[in-house]
């Protein structure tokens, strides 16, 4: 009767060690779905950098530097969005995205009031209708980037409670990062340009 009793108490461990696993391993795909998500808006946004960039340089020869800067902030984000699309959950690619983003935001953000100095510019068709274009993709990005934030959370939060943090310890899971908008003071600064 012992031994009966000690192999359902062990058989109900391991039904529950299976189940937490399992749980662990359906929100970490939840992380992989909520970047590809993600990863589908910023592709958007990094084909229409390009586009911008050359509508910009007819028109803006002598801010040559501030359109280096555009296109080197958008291949940099492009590698860190390839970086995390590799390890979705990895918190150290999530922070290289998240800084590499608001380097391209920035950038962009300079860009963008630089156009606004230049008259002919300014009222071209094309500049709007990639200004628009631009504006969607980042009201895109920001719900994406809360959706997967909120499966990085439920994860997280999986993986420190008991008694799932058990068999997060013993299979080796990792806290995941969230994406942030901004990191440091300068990426929530207002860009001003002085004319």
């Keep these: 009767m012992a031994a009966w009793i000690a192999g359902l108490i062990v058989l109900a461990l391991i039904i529950w060690a299976i189940v937490a696993y399992n749980r662990l391993i359906a929100f970490r795909n939840s992380i992989s779905n909520a970047h590809g998500q ?28 501030t359109l280096e800067a555009v296109t080197l902030a958008r291949a940099r984000a492009v590698s860190a ?20 983003e608001g380097a391209l935001s920035l950038g962009l953000g300079r860009l963008l009031a630089l156009s606004e100095a230049y008259p002919e510019l300014k009222a071209n068709e094309s500049l709007r209708d990639l200004r628009e274009e631009l504006t969607s993709t980042e009201n895109r990005v920001a719900f994406t980037r809360q959706a997967y934030n909120d499966e990085v959370l439920a994860f997280n939060n999986a993986l420190q409670s008991f008694p799932d943090l058990m068999v997060a ?25 002085a004319l």
């Design 38 to 65: 993600i990863d589908v808006q910023l592709r958007r946004r990094y084909d229409l950098v390009p586009n911008l960039v050359e509508v910009a340089r007819k028109y803006m020869q002598h801010e040559r530097e």
């Design 81 to 100: 969005s390839d970086a995390l699309r590799a390890k979705p959950s990895s918190a150290p690619a999530a922070a290289a995205l998240a800084d590499a």
């Design 169 to 193: 310890k013993v299979f080796g899971f990792e806290a995941a990062g969230v994406l942030r908008s901004t990191d440091n003071a300068q990426q929530r600064e207002t860009v001003r340009i």
